[in-house]
């Protein structure tokens, strides 16, 4: 029977001393195996990437790449492998550097063996669940996300759902839209611009393991392998998501000009990119506003919703956005409620130009089992309502773009 699997382990520290005293400390513990050991950030990298280890013990201050940046590629280039920082200084901001960078562990220098193999045992664990984890979701995609349509060249439209005020029903929308839009003819992405506490992913009950976050960091050097291999497919439908970073501090990452670049690219593979934003106009949100060949605005029957949307009408005004490129939503109505999509409309010059009715138990559930209610066999007024929503924003785009040409 075979026993339990071994911590695979590499050991990081420009001090040849320190290396062999920390492998004579862990030689006599069973569940850690010391497959090698690295002088450098860069040598540490290297043989990361090769040997793939459970956990890293990593230094922090070493010549060339210090262990703080080598960290950081490491976990972006073996996601699974843990890092347990090792280090003199035991500064707030050198901790805080580490964690971002991905580090899981911190252990003072020189470490007092307990500490030691009981980080290492629990990073290792954790390495195992990451693994796993890895394994389902490749085995659930088949290893690839399904074929991404070819690069012909086409212009796809790229659909930007938006509004100033949190909680108007953006995502429910974006991902009910998405789903409705597309088509195995017509094929759409979802891209998740809510960069920080993005919800796509949830909505549509899907477990991303690369994001936006990886095409970021090759934005000059997109081809269809790097963003066939971002792309996250909703098994039901097929729809591609390209979900948002896993963690909010990656967000400013993803600058704007990375994210212009990205749907630069996806206009050439699919025929809809629909957008998913937050109220916050970050960079990114700015890119998409401003390169939207349809805008679909969001306001809800509350004042204080109805009043951000109406700033935001003053600022493309301003823009080059034309009201043209805008179509009004009112999410959330309910009749008995005085103020009436048509007063509103008038409010704001700009046509509400679909409803959407109130229906919290359907899009509550709907959410929280992350199936949209689009795809309900038998489709309520809420889904009837955003499927007829589909319909004009087809209609809308594909009359724009005959236009154009
Ligand atoms: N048509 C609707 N009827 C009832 N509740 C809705 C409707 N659309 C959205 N909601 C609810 O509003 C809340 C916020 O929705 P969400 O899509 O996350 O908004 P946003 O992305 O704009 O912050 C959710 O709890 C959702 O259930
Ligand atoms: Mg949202």
Redesign the pocket.
Known sequence: MPGPEKTRLIIVDDVADTRESIRRMLQFEPAIEVIGSARSGREAIDLAVQSRPDVVLMDINMPDIDGITATETIRRQSPFTQVVMLSVQSDASYMRRAMLAGARDFLPKPPVLDELVSAILRAGQMAREERAKAAETAALTGGVTGPLPGMNGQSGQVIVVY?P???????????NLAVSLHSKEQRAVIVDA?LQYG?VSV?LNEQAKNTIYDLALRAEELDPDVVRSVMVTHQPTGLHILACPPRPESAVEVRGEHFARILEFLRQAYTYIVV?T??FLSEPVQVALDQANLIVL?TTQEIAAIKSTSQFLNLTDDSDIAREQILLVM???DRKIAITPEKVGENLRQPVSAV?????R???T??NRGVPFVLDPKPSP?AR?VKELADLVRDRVTAASAEAA
């Open positions: 509004s005020k949190g909680g108007a029903g953006t995502t429910t929308l974006a991902t809510s919800d909505f998913d937050s109220p969001v999410n959330k109505h959407i009715p109130a229906d919290e359907q899009v509550i709907s959410i809420v309502a």
